[in-house]
């Protein structure tokens, strides 16, 4: 069959990329409003403009809050899971703390509003306010504990600090102690006024950068060195890590220095995290597959936005992958990144 004919290997896929945006927000509690408190203003049909400082920053569907609409969608994706996940924007680490803490609380609450809604198809991650980690703590257990929400997902840097800092090790302690995955996605990324053309830029060029700074800062920060029951998944597979990683196993075995401060090869390293595979090539695919192994790479869709994986499951079949590793990557490294059923899919 041509790559257009081939059928859906499966109706199992889990896809940990997709993402939620509610369709009201609250009014801030507080005597100032923050300047960038979301809100949303009437679109088109069934679109709304989500408002930030006074702006559109993206115009949505309602698929982006309603339960039916999304779950109609996933049969033809092949899809029996979707993992969702607010949109990064709102993640609010650039507010004061505790306006950050407020909006995180109102988005897991609506996340798991979502997941309830969803019949079992959807699984949802929560989000917290990583400017200030006691309050991220405090609200990671309320999300995993109270409303059961299986992963966080958290930005590719924290108002500038990458995510593999040694500050932010108690959270992910946190996060192991509460067997809480954690999927990392790009937000605000670096290199923008690097950047010759329109803003839309921003989430092609410049998120797949950031994403792989991120993945490289936990490399060579060895968190995993010292967090190493953490699960960790990262966004756009793994962004630019794969064509960064021959250069840092290359410097590992050249330059002492780095030999002293990264306790294992990076391309060890590597295998133990997580990557969607939201590249949009097949030839990609193989790359990760060849660079990460078939334990790593999990379906991922950006699913409603129109920036989007729209088959993904038929995208991993025209990659050539054989039978096992179809499974691997449709659903079994999924379940196991999420806790679900985790001795029977190691196996």
Request: aromatic letters at 8%; glycine letters at 8%.
């Amino acid at each position: 069959m041509k790559p257009h004919q081939q059928s859906v290997p499966c109706g199992c896929g889990i896809d940990v990329h997709a993402h939620l945006v509610p369709e009201h927000f609250p009014r801030y509690i507080g005597n100032a409003l923050p300047a960038d408190w979301p809100s949303m203003a009437p679109a088109h049909d069934c679109h709304r403009h989500v408002m930030i400082s006074g702006k559109v920053y993206r115009t949505v569907s309602d698929r982006c809050w309603s339960a039916p609409k999304r779950l109609a969608d996933l049969p033809a994706m092949g899809l029996a899971l979707q993992v969702v996940s607010p949109m990064p924007e709102l993640f609010g680490y650039w507010m004061a703390p505790a306006a950050g803490q407020q909006l995180t609380r109102y988005l897991n609450d609506q996340t798991a509003a979502l997941v309830d809604a969803g019949g079992g198809q959807l699984a949802g991650m929560g989000v917290v306010p990583l400017q200030d980690i006691d309050l991220a703590i405090r609200e990671l257990e309320h999300a995993v504990r109270v409303l059961g929400l299986r992963a966080v997902e958290i930005g590719s840097n924290i108002n500038g600090l990458p995510v593999g800092a040694p500050m932010f090790d108690p959270f992910f302690e946190a996060c192991v102690a509460l067997d809480a995955a954690v999927f990392v996605h790009a937000v605000r990324p670096a290199g923008m006024e690097r950047l010759v053309g329109p803003a839309a830029l921003q989430q092609v060029l410049a998120y797949p950068t950031d994403v792989g700074l991120a993945a490289a800062s936990v490399v060579t920060g060895g968190l995993l060195a010292r967090q190493p029951k953490l699960r960790m998944a990262f966004s756009h597979g793994g962004g630019t890590l794969a064509a960064l990683l021959p250069r840092l196993q290359q410097g590992w075995q050249v330059f002492a220095a780095l030999r002293e401060s990264i306790s294992e090869p990076p391309a060890d390293t590597v295998r133990r995290l997580f990557y969607d595979t939201l590249v949009f090539d097949d030839a990609m695919l193989r790359q990760l597959l060849h660079a990460f192994g078939p334990a790593a790479l999990m379906v991922g869709t950006d699913y409603p936005f129109n920036f989007q994986e729209r088959a993904p499951m038929q995208r991993l079949e025209s990659a050539g992958f054989d039978a096992a590793t179809l499974q691997a990557i449709s659903h079994r490294n999924a379940r196991r990144f999420l806790g679900l059923d985790p001795h029977k899919d190691s196996e």
